[in-house]
């Protein structure tokens, strides 16, 4: 009996290009498209494999890629024949232990400094990601970190890890996380330079201290490809970063980890699995600092916000307020301390308007401009959301001239969050087209940049 297909990206573009019963003449065109690399000798069982998960080399994926653009008539990406989603698939399960982790996130970080482009063929896997609040909260903690290898590492060794951290947290902020050169610099810092650490030779302090800075890194490049619009990796990533930072035992930055897969379930339409997560980010929490709990209460508000939960969003919301009110520079962990109150009135924006409380949530918008210089990318998306809540509300006048704000900050970040909103102001402004100043301003709005 013929094994299932699996790879249903490579197959539909079978289809496409008119090879879906004819896997022998793919494998001939292949064949013939790929001389200048020797002598090739694929043919329909080579297809067969191929759709049942079998990856083929880099260089026979791009020939690939070549032989159906000229088929199709247009430009076809590697990352759409679906070889690399098949890669990640493997790491999408929450590890069971630390030296498990380790494993994984050096098999997932050594493929992304292989093979990071465009975005992946992958989509985001909801239960993959209830499975993982679940582990991360009720799991054991694991005894010992401790591990004996070829490099020993040092404290200071770990501290670099985090200034280099810091260094792509600040470029990520001031131009969005769509530019493919940072991140496949990122994933090669963590495929050279930080898996043989982890490899190394260290005590349980030290290791504590070294998985929790390589989930920092890990967290970060997650957060970047999920504003790229790459939601596999970010969710494979992020994954690999909630079980380092249990191996860590800080539950404060898990609980930051699935506020961000929340975050991320919620953007792509799953707002009842955003909840999900962020109730559990709270109570894995515990009696966090102010600023977290300020962190993951605005996250959930923002979860029932576009699940129409009217009284639970207003009541996160409200003690979210409070916790942001009662933050203590000095208790806060050094990663919280980008939320404050520009943060919370975004999201309080956002989460107010899905409620259709238009009015309501424009009372957020000077305080969510209220933004650091570095913050570019967060100024573009707020500046955004302000001028579609005032198109929404009918105040027309109000949008163009929160739209001509945002036409200074597009160009300045790749972000496929800020092209998003951009593209939900153009669109609630189209009906009002025939007016002088709707049509001038959306003549005038220049396009967000490519953020692949």
């Not at 498209?33 to 000798?41: N, P, Q």
């Not at 990352?79 to 069971?96: D, H, I, K, N, V």
């Not at 707002?271 to 980010?281: G, K």
């Not at 409380?357 to 570019?376: C, E, F, I, Y």
């Amino acid at each position: 009996m013929a094994r299932p297909v699996t790879n249903t990206a490579f197959e539909a573009l079978l289809r496409a290009a008119g090879y879906g019963n004819a896997h022998a003449a793919f494998a001939r065109q292949l064949n013939h498209a790929g001389r200048i690399h020797g002598t090739w000798r694929y043919d329909a069982a080579s297809v067969y494999w191929w759709l049942r998960g079998r990856c083929p080399a880099e260089h026979v994926q791009t020939t690939m890629a070549k032989a159906f653009a000229r088929k199709l008539g247009r430009a076809v990406l590697v990352a759409e024949l679906g070889f690399a989603a098949a890669l990640l698939a493997p790491e999408t399960a929450y590890p069971s232990a630390a030296s498990h982790a380790i494993d994984a996130a050096e098999r997932l970080w050594t493929m992304l400094a292989r093979q990071l482009g465009p975005q992946s063929s992958g989509t985001f896997q909801r239960d993959a990601a209830l499975h993982a609040a679940l582990a991360w909260r009720y799991d054991l903690p694991d005894e010992t970190v401790a591990h004996s290898g070829r490099q020993p590492v040092t404290t200071a060794d770990v501290d670099s890890l985090y200034a280099l951290a810091d260094h792509f947290t600040d470029l990520d902020r001031r131009h969005g996380g769509g530019s493919p050169r940072t991140r496949t610099l990122m994933a090669d810092l963590l495929a050279r330079q930080v898996s043989p650490m982890l490899r190394g030779t260290y005590t349980d302090a030290v290791g504590r201290d070294l998985v929790r800075a390589a989930a920092t890194l890990s967290g970060q490049f997650a957060f970047m490809s999920y504003d790229a619009g790459d939601q596999a990796v970010a969710q494979h990533l992020l994954t690999v970063a909630l079980r380092l930072a249990k191996a860590a035992d800080d539950r404060l930055y898990g609980a930051h980890l699935l506020a961000n897969l929340a975050t991320q379930a919620l953007y792509l339409g799953h707002a009842q699995d955003a909840s999900r997560l962020a109730e559990a980010a709270i109570d894995g929490a515990g009696r966090a600092p102010a600023a977290v709990r300020a962190r993951l209460y605005t996250t959930a508000a923002s979860a029932y916000g576009r699940s129409g939960e009217r009284r639970a969003c207003q009541h996160a919301l409200a003690k979210a307020e409070r916790a942001l009110d009662r933050t203590d520079a000095g208790s806060s962990p050094r990663w919280a301390a980008y939320f404050g109150t520009a943060h919370f009135a975004g999201a309080a924006l956002k989460c107010l308007s899905d409620l259709h409380l238009h009015r309501q949530a424009l009372r957020h918008a000077p305080g969510a401009v209220d933004l650091a210089n570095q913050n570019a990318r967060t100024r573009a998306l707020h500046t955004a959301l302000i001028a579609t809540i005032h198109a929404r509300a009918g105040d027309i006048e109000a949008a163009c001239e929160w739209g001509r704000e945002l036409a200074v900050h597009v160009p300045v970040v790749r972000s496929a969050r800020v092209t998003h909103r951009v593209h939900e102001l153009t669109a609630t402004l189209s009906p009002y087209r025939t007016t002088s100043q709707v049509n001038e301003f959306l003549r005038t709005l220049p396009a967000p940049t490519a953020h692949n």
